[in-house]
């Protein structure tokens, strides 16, 4: 690939402002200055610098954000942060996408990628990618509602009936459930028609991907997720073992 082509690829902008970039001896590869914009790079395990920033190419990007209260996920945020204002231009540029969305009171995993096939095989409604979720709510959790949310409930404006798996009462306010769908305010209105209300909620795995594996991801921070990691979120967990 043309270095010219290879920078824009990786979120540098448009042509011209990367071979302006390479014209003015910015780029370094294996410790040489290309100032050659037609210059013919391997991609395999290529490192590179920008204004001596290294970087590593990536073809797709995978990243998993452990999301922090009081950001939207949206490019125009109205009334709170936006979490693509925790992103540099040059991820930005590459037009990364959430891969579903949390609201901006919810905490906890969120993926984003530039990668419109892997965004469509975690969010597509067939595809039932299990989402894990915990939450304080506001009265203490009866048994009725746990067996209400597991045997399935109606939502308003919904067609069918929703059902939680996995539903642990982890303390007497303090609920822990997957579901498998992804419509809107889904967990929290699932709540509301068993007669209860969440207080405060927070995605802890989305596949077989959680939050507690990937190291060093505290609130706010992120990273990029490596091919298994890739391959964990995309596991439809006890779905898959159903035959569903």
Not at 21 to 50: F, M, R, S
Not at 221 to 228: G, P
Request: with cysteine; proline share 2%.
């Amino acid at each position: 690939m043309l270095l010219e082509k290879m920078l824009q690829s990786q979120g540098f902008g448009s042509r011209k402002h990367c071979q302006q970039l390479i014209k003015n001896a910015a780029i370094e590869i294996d410790g040489q200055i290309i100032t050659d914009p037609k210059y013919k790079l391997k991609l395999d395990a290529l490192n590179y610098k920008v204004h001596g920033k290294s970087f590593e190419y990536r073809e797709k990007v995978y990243i998993a954000l452990n999301k922090p209260q009081g950001y939207e996920c949206s490019h125009q945020a109205t009334h709170h942060f936006s979490v693509f204002d925790l992103f540099d231009d040059v991820l930005l540029n590459r037009g990364i996408q959430c891969v579903g969305r949390l609201d901006q009171d919810t905490t906890g995993l969120l993926l984003l990628t530039d990668d419109g096939q892997f965004l469509q095989a975690l969010t597509h409604p067939k595809k039932h990618v299990a989402k894990v979720y915990r939450m304080q709510t506001a009265d203490p959790v009866t048994d009725e509602q746990v067996q209400q949310l597991e045997q399935g409930v109606e939502l308003r404006n919904e067609k069918g009936s929703f059902a939680a798996t996995d539903v642990k009462r982890l303390a007497e306010c303090e609920l822990q459930m997957t579901v498998h769908q992804g419509v809107y305010h889904q967990v929290k209105r699932m709540l509301a028609a068993v007669g209860n209300k969440v207080e405060s909620l927070h995605r802890q795995q989305i596949g077989a991907l959680d939050l507690t594996g990937i190291p060093d991801l505290g609130e706010g921070r992120w990273i990029y997720l490596n091919a298994e990691q890739v391959a964990l979120a995309k596991t439809r967990n006890d779905l898959e073992r159903e035959g569903l």
